[in-house]
């Protein structure tokens, strides 16, 4: 039921704000699979909760999108609008996302091959799935990076703030890791893309569940 869905999301969202996360509900439009979420943020890594009323677990995942971390400044953004005679600010989403599936396409098919190796290497023993991810379904061979996917089963009787914790640091252990070999072997990614796993489970609550 509705009710009971959201009812299970404010919960988890206690959880979070209990733990020391930083925690929103998204809600997605009618084309999405899932009806609402929570976006939490964990020591700077980013973390999504997922589903909807008609199934019984929800989706946790770990993202790791190259084109995110492709840096796009706003002299390329105004230069692309001139160019394509596109106003800003309502084209500026547009735009940036253009730039950046250009810039991934300039990355070398040799340096894409070796993230993905270096990735691959890290998966071997993870806990999570790992599933690829592509720029888009337009672009089905253009490689944007992961994600680490885990699943919650909130709807059990013994559910509570040990399993939502467990969860988000285990996509967090098993993601970052993998998201680090990427980033070694692209030059193109800023510093601040660097993933960061060293206190990812260091909650307030965490010493609890060690």
């Known amino acids: 039921m509705p009710g009971e869905f959201y009812d299970l999301l404010g919960k988890i969202t206690g959880y979070g704000i209990e733990l020391g996360d930083q925690i929103s509900t998204v809600h997605y439009n009618e084309e999405m699979p899932a009806t609402a979420g929570l976006k939490i943020s964990r020591n700077n890594n980013k973390v999504s909760i997922y589903g909807n009323p008609l199934e019984r677990s929800l989706s946790v995942e770990y993202r790791f999108r190259i084109s995110n971390h492709l840096s796009v400044t706003r002299e390329e953004v105004e230069d692309q609008a001139e160019q394509t005679n596109t106003g800003?600010?309502?084209?500026?989403?547009?735009?940036?996302?253009?730039?950046?599936?250009?810039?991934?396409?300039?990355?070398?098919?040799?340096?894409?091959?070796?993230?993905?190796?270096?990735?691959?290497?890290?998966?071997?023993?993870?806990?999570?799935?790992?599933?690829?991810?592509?720029?888009?379904?337009?672009?089905?061979?253009?490689?944007?990076?992961?994600?680490?996917?885990?699943?919650?089963?909130?709807?059990?009787p013994d559910f509570g703030m040990e399993d939502?914790?467990?969860?988000?640091?285990?996509?967090?252990?098993?993601?970052?890791?993998?998201?680090?070999?990427?980033?070694?072997?692209?030059?193109?990614?800023?510093?601040?893309?660097?993933?960061?796993?060293?206190?990812?489970?260091?909650?307030?609550?965490?010493?609890?569940?060690?």
């Open 88 to 156: 800003l600010p309502s084209g500026r989403t547009q735009i940036e996302t253009s730039l950046r599936r250009q810039k991934l396409q300039r990355i070398a098919d040799e340096d894409i091959s070796n993230a993905v190796e270096e990735g691959e290497r890290k998966i071997q023993d993870v806990e999570s799935s790992i599933n690829w991810l592509t720029f888009s379904e337009d672009d089905p061979d253009l490689w944007d990076g992961f994600t680490a996917v885990a699943r919650l089963y909130p709807y059990q």
């Open 164 to 210: 939502y914790n467990t969860t988000v640091k285990q996509v967090i252990r098993d993601g970052v890791p993998v998201a680090q070999a990427i980033y070694q072997e692209l030059e193109e990614l800023g510093e601040e893309a660097i993933p960061d796993v060293s206190d990812s489970g260091e909650q307030r609550h965490d010493r609890t569940y060690q």
